[in-house]
């Protein structure tokens, strides 16, 4: 069993997961408006998986005979500029993510949970490999500038990101 503080912090995760989701899906749309399938569909990709990385710790929770507390979900902002900004914005909230999977990391240790930190360390993982993605799409940004017929091709390329559900203990 978890104690109330790993709860708690992980309620607070499934939140933070969510509303990640949330946000990626306001990029998405706003990509499509503006005529960027493949960037769409790149950022509803991560949608998805950010639902999954949710639902994960909303299992493990049931599995650690814990209550799960599903919170109010914020809007995401909806000013996002050009590609790079998007980019740039999409990057400062994944290193917010990472310093929260941290602080969870942090409290395992203060509560001796050895469990959970096992469990969490899969999120460590995957947070270095998010903000990697992502920092590759704003170097390629920064490098060719953001004319039509460079967009044209990175849109084309990001269109073939392909999504692989993430489940626990799978
Ligand atoms: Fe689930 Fe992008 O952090």
């Not at 998805?48 to 049931?62: A, N, Q, R, T, V």
């Not at 109010?72 to 999977?101: C, N, R």
Request: contains cysteine; hydrophobic residues 35%; aromatic residues 12%.
């Amino acid at each position: 069993m978890i104690s109330e503080k790993i709860e708690n912090i992980l309620n607070e995760q499934i939140n933070k997961e969510f509303y990640s989701a949330y946000l990626y899906l306001a990029i998405s749309g706003y990509f499509d408006e503006m005529g960027l399938k493949g960037f769409s569909h790149w950022t509803r990709v991560q949608a998805k998986e950010e639902m999954d990385h949710g639902m994960i710790l909303f299992d493990y929770i049931i599995e650690r005979q814990g209550k799960v507390n599903l919170k109010q979900i914020e809007m995401p902002d909806t000013d996002f500029g050009t590609p790079l900004d998007v980019f740039k914005k999409i990057y400062a909230h994944e290193k917010y993510v990472t310093d929260s999977i941290n602080c969870v990391a942090n409290m395992t240790d203060e509560e001796c949970d050895l469990a959970t930190r096992h469990f969490i360390n899969w999120y460590i993982s995957e947070q270095v490999e998010e903000e990697a993605n992502v920092d590759d799409i704003i170097k390629k940004l920064e490098m060719f500038g953001e004319e039509k017929s460079i967009l044209y091709h990175l849109d084309k390329e990001l269109k073939e990101r392909s999504y692989k559900p993430h489940t626990y203990n799978s």
